[in-house]
Every structure is written in structure tokens, then in C-alpha cells.
């Protein structure tokens, strides 16, 4: 199955922690057999609204052929790393 994941890092972190939280997250995807697809740092952006006090993120997206397991531990990572501002999994259909 394919899907999009996307992941906003707290825009306060130095450049190279920023990086390695999202190549933490895509680790997760690879070492469980999943293929990424496309990967691409969208950068820091305004967000729409204010999360935690911070009004920017630095943006994520990675397009990947994932199993459960792995959508399942990339989900639990997200929400307990208190770096990762907010985090979306969307499956898409072909």
C-alpha cells in the first residue's frame, strides 16, 4: 500500500537535529522493508495556526509502499518524539 507521510519539526531545533529527526522517522520505513518512494524537505513554513507556541515548522513529506507494522511504529514515534509538532499518515488508493 502507498502512502503520503508527512511530519512538521519544531522550527527551534539547530538545522542538523531537524534533519536527523526526519531521517529518524524515515529509518522506521526502511529498516522494515517499506520503499520510499519520493522524499522531499519542504522547509520551514508559516503554520496555519499557532501549536505549542511555535507559529513555523520545518516540513517533511515522504511518499512510501509501507506495510502496517511499519505505518503503525512511524505513527507511535511520532506522537511520542517531543520534537515533531504534528504528524499526518494518508493512504493513498491507486
Do not use: W
Not at 519539526?9 to 531537524?18: C, G, H, N, R, Y
Not at 524515515?26 to 496555519?48: F, H, M, P, S
Not at 506522537?79 to 491507486?94: A, Y
Amino acid at each position: 500500500r502507498k502512502y503520503e507521510l508527512m511530519i512538521i519539526v519544531k522550527p527551534d531545533l539547530e538545522e542538523t537535529a531537524i534533519k536527523k529527526e526526519a531521517e529518524t522517522l524515515k529509518k522506521v520505513l526502511t529498516d522494515r522493508k517499506c520503499n520510499i518512494l519520493e522524499e522531499k524537505a519542504i522547509g520551514q513554513r508559516e503554520l496555519a495556526y499557532e501549536m505549542n507556541k511555535y507559529k513555523n515548522g520545518y516540513y517533511f513529506l515522504f511518499v512510501a509502499e509501507a506495510n502496517n507494522e511499519a505505518i503503525s511504529e512511524f505513527d507511535r514515534l511520532a506522537r511520542l518524539n517531543e520534537n515533531i509538532l504534528r504528524h499526518l499518515i494518508v493512504r493513498i488508493d491507486d
